[in-house]
């Protein structure tokens, strides 16, 4: 076909389809304008229908545990760790518990954050593009992955193996959970830490490679303080991964209610709000002194994810300002 042809049609093409109304009959517009609005209230409606949920939560745990704290001392519930809720004289000392959940949460952030930030860092500045369209997705598979088969790995394998290796009294304790939590929450920290130190631009790294510095001081020097708060955002939440898991912590921490002595003897084992919760609730009789004591600690967890979750919403904020300005 030739330039003149082509020339031809586009001058016997009509400009206008014909066949679409220009003015519509008021029906129509009704119909557009009802149709609007209403898409609209009902994307309305699932956002808040959202939100009510959580706030839904809130009440309801706030409201159960609400009568606990109206009859027992909140100084002796945090600061004492004597957990005996069906003693002839109950004693609710949650400080064991508390102490057990971020015991094992930042063994585990301990043993993740170095091996996530890597791992972000080789996906984003050293593998090429198709190695990391691979890669990526599989270890984002380790999130789809039941908690409960990550509880029967760590009491069928890495239980004996930790008793066998190292000479543990028990392979259920501290170290066993960390291990396998540390492994729930790499997914996360390195999902997000890997897009924000995609998010900091090529224009940086060139820059920094042209006044002659290495691929090493680039990415430690310059890349990842440059990130920083994304990387920040990326260990709160794998921070609140690994706090609010229950069936991990219940099948391999040991649920001895303990502090550790010395404190950094992981191979004692501890127990923590989530399994207690766990634990406890099916054989709790409610509206007792230690069904009541179940939703406080709820509420006392509930209370810490959401200052992580504050925290967490902050640092990815300013992660996206800064991409969003690069």
Sequence with gaps: MTVNNITQIQRTRPAVDRNQLLVLTPLQDLKGFLFHHLGRFLLFAVTCSSVFLVLLIFFFVVREGLPFFMKFSLSEFLTTKSWYPEATVPKFGALSLIVGSLYVTIAALIFAVPVGILAAIFLSDIVSLKVRDFVKPIIEIL????????????????????????????????????????????????????????????????????????????????????????????????????????????????????????????????????????????????????????????????????????????????????????
């Excluded at 997914?187 to 490679?209: F, K, M, N, Q």
């Excluded at 006044?211 to 990842?224: C, K, N, P, Q, S």
């Design 143 to 326: 999130a789809a992955i039941p908690s409960v088969a990550y509880g029967f790995f760590a009491v069928l394998v890495l239980a004996p193996w930790l008793q066998n290796k190292f000479g543990f009294t028990t392979g259920t304790n501290a170290l066993n959970a960390s291990i396998v939590l540390s492994i729930m929450a790499l997914p996360t920290i390195i999902s997000v830490a890997e897009d924000s130190i995609s998010a900091v631009g090529r224009e940086l790294r060139e820059a920094s490679y042209g006044l002659g510095a290495t691929r090493f001081e680039t990415i430690f020097r310059v890349i990842i303080p440059a990130a920083h708060s994304g990387i920040i955002a990326a260990i709160v939440l794998g921070m609140m991964r690994a706090i609010g898991e229950t069936m991990v912590v219940w099948m391999a921490s040991g649920n001895a209610n303990q502090i550790p002595s010395p404190w950094w003897d992981l191979s004692q084992s501890v127990r923590t709000m989530t399994a207690t919760i766990a634990g406890d609730m099916g054989e709790t009789p409610k509206d007792s002194p230690h069904y009541w004591s179940l939703f406080a600690i709820g509420v006392v967890l509930l209370v810490m994810t959401f200052l992580l979750n504050i925290v967490g919403e902050y640092f990815l904020a300013s992660a996206k300002k800064k991409a969003g300005k690069s």
